[in-house]
């Protein structure tokens, strides 16, 4: 008996925590309605050339200032490995098991590096930022995704390529700080 009494309140404790998690996660999705909508990708011949391709570990997307309030944008919901590629026409974000998510070149605003998102802290510039913008429900929303390539030398090529096709009348909304503040 003295054996069992802490198995089981270590038991409660975990699930408890698991469903404070799964509850939060709901509570998120409900805040975030207006961004339920996935983006249509267009058939791969009205996409232009391709300019780059790398593979990358995809962090998150935030809102535009915010980097640690994660949008659960269908397809951009969950971390993972994943495929940018950069068309003459927008850029493309395949992750195994989710939706393709296409970023239109009208809705890029800017490209650039970071030190961090959400959870991650990597070295100076070592994420790649797209920012652009999210057509939701109550209208555009300023948002912004982070990748970290695999390969050495991807993110300088795949920051080149996305920055070919941002309008020219499209200007940086912010920089970003290096690290998160104290």
Do not use: C
């Not at 008996?1 to 404070?20: D, G, I, K, Y």
């Not at 493309?92 to 998510?101: A, D, H, V, Y």
């Not at 797209?130 to 300023?142: H, L, M, N, R, S």
């Amino acid at each position: 008996m003295a054996r069992v009494l802490p198995a089981v309140l270590v038991t409660a404790l975990a699930l408890l925590l698991l469903a404070a998690m799964f509850w939060a996660w709901r509570a998120r999705n409900k805040r975030q309605t207006a961004f339920h909508r996935p983006l249509e990708a267009p058939e791969i011949d009205a996409r232009g050339a391709e300019l780059g391709r790398a593979s990358v570990l995809y962090v998150a997307t935030t809102t535009a200032g915010e980097p640690l309030d994660r949008l659960t944008i269908p397809g951009l919901a969950f971390r993972g490995r994943g495929t940018v590629t950069v068309f003459e026409q927008g850029v493309s974000l395949i992750i195994p098991g989710e939706p393709e998510t296409f970023v239109p070149r009208e809705s890029l605003r800017s490209v650039g590096t970071s030190t961090w998102a959400i959870d991650r802290v990597v070295e100076t510039g070592g994420l790649v930022r797209f920012d652009w913008t999210y057509q939701a429900a109550t209208g555009p929303a300023e948002v912004e995704s982070y990748v970290r390539a695999i390969e050495l030398g991807d993110a300088t090529r795949l920051i080149r390529a996305a920055n070919a096709i941002v309008p020219a009348s499209q200007t940086p909304l912010h920089t970003q700080q290096e690290g998160p503040s104290s």
